[in-house]
C-alpha cells in the first residue's frame, strides 16, 4: 500500500479480557472512501480508538501513512491522521475559532503561537464545512450538528493524510448531510486523503464509498464494492431486518428502503384472494393483511415485487418461474384458491401471453359465484399486450353477476368492512 494509506491486520482490541474487535484487517489506500458499517457493539468505534492511537492493539499491525503510530509520538502521529469523532465537548469554553485552530498544533513550533498560514487554513476550512459565521461563538452554545461541523473543520484544517471519521452525519440536517459527504469526497479525490468512515446509513455509505467493510461481533464478515456488499441477504443476516434494495436513480448505487413489518388486524373471518403482477398488488396485499383478511396470492412470478411481497407476508400463493407462461398444473392450484376465497381481487397489472391465464382463471371463478372485485386505475386497453385478448376477458369480468371496478384503496376498505358486493 502508498505510504499515505490506514492499514489493520490482525487487529485484536479491546477494554478488558474479552477482545471487541478479533483479528481485523482492511485497508485504506489514499484517494480511497471506505465505509465501516455493523450492528451498535460489533466494534467500529473501537477501531476508530485503535487508528487514533487512543487505545493500543492487543495483537496485529497498525500502519497510518506506512508509520506506527505507537512507536511515535502523539504530535507526529497527529500530523499523519485527523479523528473526527462522534461528539466532542470541550472541557474548557472555547470558541469556534479556536477549536478549529486547534487542528493546526500538530505543525507548529512547541513555543510559537499560529501563524499566518494556520489562521488562514483555520479560515479555509471553517468556510468549506460552513461555519464561518459561528466563529466567535463558545462551542457549548452550538447545538449537535454544529459542533459536529467545527470538529471537522479541525480535523480538515489538520491537513493529514488520513481522514477517520465516527458517524461524521449525526445530528446533522439533509443539507449538511450532503455537504459533509461532498468534501469528504473532494477530500479523497483531490487531495488523495485516504478516508474511513463509520457509517449506519447504508444508502449514505453505499453512495460516497468506494468501498464498504461489514463489521459484524468484532470481525470482518464482507467487503467489497456497495453493489456487492448492500444487499437483502446481508440486511437479513447482519441487521436482522427484511428491507428491499434497489439501485438509487439519483447514485446508481444501492438505496436500502426500510418499512415496518405489517400488522395482521383482527380476524374478519373473510378470505381474499389477490391476482396481480409487475408490483401493483404489493400495497393491497399488505392493507388486506393488516385489516385482517385471511390473504393467497397467484399465479405470480418469481422476482416479480408481487411475488416478493407475498412471500414476506407469508401468505398462500402459487408462482411460476420468471417470463415463463402459467402452467396447467399451477393454474389448476391457483383456481382452486380462488374457489376457497370469499372473493377474488383482479389488480390492474400489464397482461401478455406469460400472465394473461389469470384473467380465464379469475373468470371462471366469477362463473363459478365468486365474487370478482376489479381494480381499474388504469384502463386495460393500455395494460394489454396481447393482441385484444386480455380486454375481452376484463370486459367479460367487468359484466360478470357480481363484479364491480374500483381502485385498491375502496377494495381494501369494502373488504375490511364486509361489503364485497
Known amino acids: 500500500m502508498p505510504d499515505g494509506g490506514l492499514s489493520f491486520r490482525g487487529v485484536r482490541a479491546g477494554y478488558g479480557a474479552a477482545p471487541v474487535v478479533r483479528g481485523v484487517s482492511l485497508e485504506v489506500a489514499p484517494g480511497d472512501v471506505v465505509g465501516l458499517v455493523g450492528p451498535n457493539g460489533s466494534g467500529k468505534t ?50 469556534v475559532l479556536e477549536m478549529v485552530l486547534m487542528g493546526r498544533t500538530p505543525h507548529r513550533s512547541r513555543w ?8 488562514a487554513r483555520a479560515r479555509e476550512a471553517m468556510v468549506a464545512v460552513g461555519v464561518q459565521h459561528l466563529a466567535d461563538r463558545p462551542m457549548e452554545e452550538l447545538s449537535g450538528g454544529e459542533r459536529r461541523r467545527v470538529i471537522l473543520a479541525q480535523a480538515i484544517a489538520q491537513d493529514a493524510p488520513v481522514l477517520v471519521l465516527d458517524e461524521p452525519t ?11 459527504v461532498s468534501m469528504v469526497r473532494t477530500l479523497a ?39 456487492t456488499v448492500v444487499t437483502r441477504a446481508l440486511l437479513r443476516t447482519i441487521y436482522e431486518v427484511d428491507a428491499d434494495v434497489e439501485v438509487g436513480r439519483a447514485s446508481g448505487r444501492p438505496t436500502v428502503m426500510v418499512g415496518p413489518p405489517a400488522a395482521v388486524g383482527p380476524s374478519t373471518g373473510r378470505a381474499a384472494h389477490v391476482v396481480g403482477g409487475a408490483g401493483r398488488a404489493a400495497p ?62 383482479v389488480c390492474d397489472a400489464p397482461y401478455g401471453p406469460g400472465n394473461v391465464r389469470n384473467l380465464e382463471l379469475a373468470l371462471r371463478a366469477a362463473e363459478d359465484g365468486v365474487p370478482v372485485l376489479l381494480v381499474e386505475e388504469m384502463p386495460i386497453e393500455e395494460r394489454d399486450f396481447t393482441g385484444g385478448r386480455a380486454t375481452e376477458l376484463w370486459t367479460e369480468l367487468r359484466a360478470a353477476g357480481r363484479s364491480f371496478a374500483s381502485t385498491a384503496d375502496a377494495v381494501a376498505w369494502a373488504l375490511a368492512g364486509r361489503d364485497a358486493s
Open 46 to 95: 473501537t477501531l476508530v480508538r485503535v487508528a487514533s492511537r487512543a487505545l493500543r492493539p492487543a495483537d496485529g499491525e497498525v500502519r497510518v501513512a506506512g508509520r506506527d503510530p505507537y512507536a511515535i509520538s502523539g504530535r507526529e502521529a497527529a500530523r499523519l491522521v485527523a479523528v473526527v469523532p462522534q461528539d466532542v465537548i470541550p472541557a474548557f469554553s472555547f470558541t
Open 112 to 119: 510559537g503561537g499560529a501563524d499566518e498560514a494556520d489562521w
Open 170 to 180: 449525526t445530528h446533522l440536517d439533509i443539507r449538511h448531510v450532503v455537504d459533509v
Open 189 to 227: 479525490d483531490e487531495q488523495s486523503a485516504a478516508v474511513l468512515a463509520v457509517l449506519h446509513d447504508l444508502t449514505l455509505a453505499a453512495s460516497v464509498c468506494d468501498r464498504i467493510v461489514v463489521l459484524h461481533r468484532g470481525e470482518v464478515v464482507a467487503e467489497g464494492a456497495p453493489e
Open 284 to 345: 393491497l396485499l399488505r392493507r388486506l393483511v393488516e385489516r385482517g383478511l385471511r390473504v393467497s396470492a397467484g399465479v405470480l412470478h418469481g422476482t416479480d415485487t408481487d411475488d416478493e411481497v407475498a412471500a414476506r407476508l407469508d401468505l398462500l400463493r402459487v408462482s411460476v418461474p420468471p417470463f415463463s407462461e402459467i402452467d396447467d398444473a399451477s393454474a389448476e392450484a391457483c383456481l382452486a384458491m380462488m374457489r376457497a376465497a370469499d372473493v377474488v381481487v
